[in-house]
């Protein structure tokens, strides 16, 4: 695919902000950077600890909730020029805020990329402190260009090795249907990842609030906290232990509650590398390949329950929503050429995720329906929001999210503080009556070092509809 030409803006040295601050042991400088970043955000968006708003209501109206995972873009990447949230920092159409080149010298502010194919940057625990720099979110173009050596045509710097473009964004003319969802149903411009490292993390928090170790195979007391590397497979060692995730996920307490669920994984190769890095192999990941997109085989509770066979390939996901047949919870994962992380193309992903909701739009269960769609991580493209602190595992960087139902509130921007933990407290409001993971009292205690659904911090995804109204007509759009 021919790569347009960039039309960039480039200050002088002189006027940069001072260089990021260099990264060395991952988790301790996540550490000492969530102790720098500030805390104090909108108190207006505080929520009682547990709360669980308009549960009640929410549960007389949605019988399904899916969530939809996509990979490896900030919220200023793709949203950043979205009229009335808070995006790019700009003055007259120009942007006020450029990021340091140690490479080429002068300050890169950020530019429309009209391109398919982008590149982005490493995106591991050592990436978010360099990145964010003590809040100075100036690190950016330092990381993408440490991180390029070609090993093989995965490899995103392949095409362009002299340059990054971290810096860019995206708008309305290259992803239209992500901007009709914004603008038709609700955007969130505070949705944060929920760890400041990558996307095993990330998809571990999604269905477990948590990433840990675990010392003892299927005893959650000997799991202890880790942020960057949580147990996993590592491609050409050869046979290795399975991952053993010990700690209780959320999968535990729908099962006990008799909720349905599935997961449903798009069968090709995985989207991302098994360390965070920009650069690896391809690697296969389908249903019964349990790899970094598709965590809950390896979960001691998902076993233990008997419901491995609720992993499923993606045309199951299909088949259920064409006969009415979708569970009460649902994840989706897509594969990499579908999952927009750089090099995949993505038009792709988008064609991909609007085939995905018209699905829905178009099957028996959309009037009782809650899309949740979202991107696990920034993928080292550009955001401005310094994220905010809740523990020492995040909150990581600022993605796009999107809510989708006949019960969303028309063209309406939360500006809530949000990470995807409050998916997982909606989850527990319809369905569970409020029960938290909670070691305390959901029956199967782990030392997990924060109830993540119950910091005050944390919005209330409740904001975001509207149960009184009528359930509107679907959104169907043309995959392109």
């Known amino acids: 695919m021919r790569l347009v030409r960039l039309n960039r803006r480039r200050e002088a040295p002189a006027h940069a902000p001072s260089a990021a601050r260099p990264a060395t042991a991952g988790a ?9 970043a500030p805390a ?22 949605i019988r399904h909730i899916v969530i939809i995972m996509q990979e490896n873009r900030s919220f200023d990447h793709y949203f950043g020029t979205f009229p009335g949230a808070e995006g790019i920092p700009m003055q007259a159409g120009v942007p006020t805020v450029c990021v340091p080149d140690p490479k080429r010298g002068g300050c890169e502010r950020p530019f429309h990329d009209p391109n398919d194919v982008n590149r982005g940057g490493p995106h591991a625990a050592d990436s978010h402190v360099t990145d964010v720099d003590g809040g100075k979110m100036d690190g950016f173009i330092k990381v993408a260009e440490s991180g390029g050596h070609c090993t093989s045509p995965f490899d995103p710097f392949c095409t362009n090795p002299d340059t990054t473009d971290v810096m860019g964004y995206h708008d309305q003319r290259e992803i239209p249907n992500y901007w009709s969802y914004a603008q038709t149903f609700v955007l969130q411009d505070h949705m944060f990842e929920p760890n400041a490292s990558w996307s095993l993390p990330d998809h571990l928090f999604m269905v477990s609030e948590w990433s840990a170790r675990c010392a003892v195979q299927d005893d959650p007391s000997s799991c202890v906290n880790e942020l960057q590397s949580p147990q996993g497979l590592t491609e050409g060692l050869g046979p290795q232990p399975r991952p053993n995730y010990a700690w209780t996920d959320l999968t535990y307490l729908l099962h006990k509650h008799n909720v349905s669920w599935k997961y449903y994984v798009a069968s090709g190769t995985q989207p991302d590398c098994d360390d965070g890095a920009a650069i690896c192999n391809p690697k296969v990941q389908n249903a019964g390949t349990p790899e970094i997109w598709n965590p809950l085989p390896f979960f ?72 949740f769609l979202a991107w696990d991580d920034w993928g080292g493209f550009y955001d401005h929001v310094v994220p905010p602190v809740v523990d020492q ?88």
């Open 40 to 61: 104090a955000c909108d108190q207006k968006n505080a929520v009682t600890p547990g709360g669980g708003g308009g549960g009640g209501l929410a549960a007389s109206k």
């Open 300 to 371: 001691t509770t998902v076993s233990q329950d008997g419901e491995l066979g609720n992993v499923q390939t993606l045309d199951h996901f299909f088949t259920d929503a064409q006969t009415g047949n979708l569970p009460a919870v649902a994840w989706i994962t897509p594969n990499g050429s579908q999952s927009e992380h750089p090099p995949a193309l993505v038009s792709t992903g988008e064609k991909y995720v609007t085939g995905l909701i018209n699905a829905i739009m178009q099957s028996p269960a959309w009037d009782s329906t809650a899309i």
């Open 28 to 36: 301790a400088l996540v550490l000492a950077l969530l102790a720098l």
């Open 393 to 480: 595992n995040g909150y990581g960087m600022r993605v796009p999210g999107i809510v989708i139902s006949p019960y969303a509130k028309a063209g309406f921007i939360d500006h809530q503080m949000l990470s995807f933990d409050a998916y997982v407290r909606f989850i527990e409001d319809v369905f569970l009556g409020g029960q938290r993971l909670d070691p305390k009292n959901d029956g199967r205690p782990d030392p997990r070092p924060t109830v993540r659904e119950t910091v005050t911090l944390l919005g209330d995804l409740m904001q975001d509809f509207d149960f009184t109204r009528q359930p509107r007509s679907p959104l169907i759009l043309t995959p392109r």
